[in-house]
């Protein structure tokens, strides 16, 4: 795959900041992986100067070429809004739906695109049957060959920091070969390599992404229905004193006796809890945050700490029913766990994905917000996300 005549050239995408691609793309070690799973692979601000970017705004901009800036790439230039796309996870596929694009050819792991999330959301609808998994026990060069994207949205110190396999200059040629390489590894805040350049919010990258596919008035349109939305969950928030302590959690299996412990912290991963407000019932004891240990406590130490709420991730694929019939129903018939007080009271729940975008954040903590504080009305416009998506602006 290295011949330079077995893989030509197929655009004129032109990176301005190759210098700092390589040199970041050189620091960092292998890592592990982002959550722990039972049926997937093992693997484990203010704008600046700097991110300024020269497009044009709306879905109606001008085929001139232009530049978006994002770390730690730098200015990537574009001859023309990208037409297909591989991303890195769910957080950018469901910016691609906001955005009223085709989903991405491509994720990292397609099991972790929680696509039921559009079920709230008559009108948007999004069939990932024919989206292929960049990881397959490793990730394969030729298959970026055969997606043939028009950009890839990933980070590229994730390429080659997430398994042994790949080099800056694998990512290099890709990049020269194929198609741009844009993004920004956002979702959490805890990656040793990620260290020496920024993260970006949600919404930060949600507009980058805009500016790529030169579909700004979306976004803007999206910004507008998520400060509405801000707007209406202040008042459905209690008093500190008033909310409960909540566990966030990964069960491993659907008969969990052991869990890896998340302290809430930065992250798009994170925002649905942020913005709830949610008080951390991990964050004053001794337990170490799983990002940082990878390490897991049984249901011993659990009922040491005893939150008043679990919230525990793993199980979005399964419904709420689902959920109740096998992991609920698990821990209130276990002798440890059932003296837990979250599973007496019934406080159990799905704590959500790890990848959010500014659609599945809002479904996201929408649920939240009814497990927690018994919120039952809707927080969102969801006639106006649809007619965003759809391009009705």
Not at 90 to 101: E, I, P, R
Not at 288 to 313: K, Q, W, Y
């Amino acid at each position: 795959m290295d011949d330079e005549s077995a893989h030509p050239s197929r655009r004129s995408y032109l990176t301005a900041g190759s210098a700092l691609i390589a040199a970041t793309l050189g620091a960092g070690c292998a890592s592990t992986d982002d959550g722990p799973r039972t049926d997937e692979p093992a693997d484990g601000a203010a704008t600046t100067d700097d991110d300024a970017t020269t497009t044009a705004s709306g879905d109606d901009a001008s085929n001139d070429p232009y530049s978006v800036a994002i770390e730690p790439m730098g200015a990537v230039e574009f001859d023309s809004p990208p037409e297909t796309w591989v991303a890195n996870n769910g957080s950018w596929a469901d910016m691609g739906v906001a955005l009223g694009l085709e989903p991405p050819k491509a994720l990292w792991l397609t099991s972790r695109y929680h696509t039921q999330y559009y079920d709230a959301v008559d009108g948007v609808d999004v069939d990932k049957s024919d989206m292929v998994s960049l990881y397959q026990d490793g990730v394969s060069k030729e298959l970026f060959y055969e997606l043939n994207a028009d950009v890839h949205v990933i980070d590229p110190n994730f390429l080659t920091n997430r398994f042994k396999g790949w080099a800056a200059e694998d990512v290099a040629e890709i990049r020269d070969r194929i198609a741009p390489v844009f993004g920004n590894c956002s979702y959490a805040q805890h990656y040793p390599w990620h260290e020496d350049y920024r993260y970006y919010s949600l919404y930060e990258c949600f507009e980058k992404l805009a500016h790529v596919f030169q579909r700004v008035d979306r976004y803007e349109a999206f910004e507008a229905i998520h400060d509405e939305f801000q707007v209406n969950l202040a008042p459905a928030v209690p008093g500190s004193a008033d909310r409960p302590e909540v566990a966030v959690l990964w069960g491993v299996g659907d008969q969990p006796e052991q869990y890896y412990p998340y302290v809430i912290g930065a992250g798009t991963g994170f925002k649905h809890l942020r913005d709830l407000g949610v008080r951390d019932a991990l964050a004053e004891t001794n337990i170490e945050d799983f990002h940082g240990s990878r390490a897991a406590i049984d249901l011993e130490t659990l009922l040491e700490v005893d939150p008043e709420v679990l919230m525990l991730r793993g199980y979005e694929a399964k419904t709420a029913s689902e959920f109740r019939d096998t992991v609920v129903s698990f821990l209130e018939s276990h002798d440890t766990a059932s003296a837990l007080t979250a599973v007496q009271n019934g406080d159990v729940y799905r704590a959500g994905g790890l990848y959010q975008g500014p659609i599945t954040n809002m479904v996201l903590t929408e649920r939240t917000a009814e497990q927690l504080y018994g919120v039952e009305d809707e927080l969102f416009d969801r006639e106006r996300v649809a007619d965003v998506v759809a391009g009705d602006l």
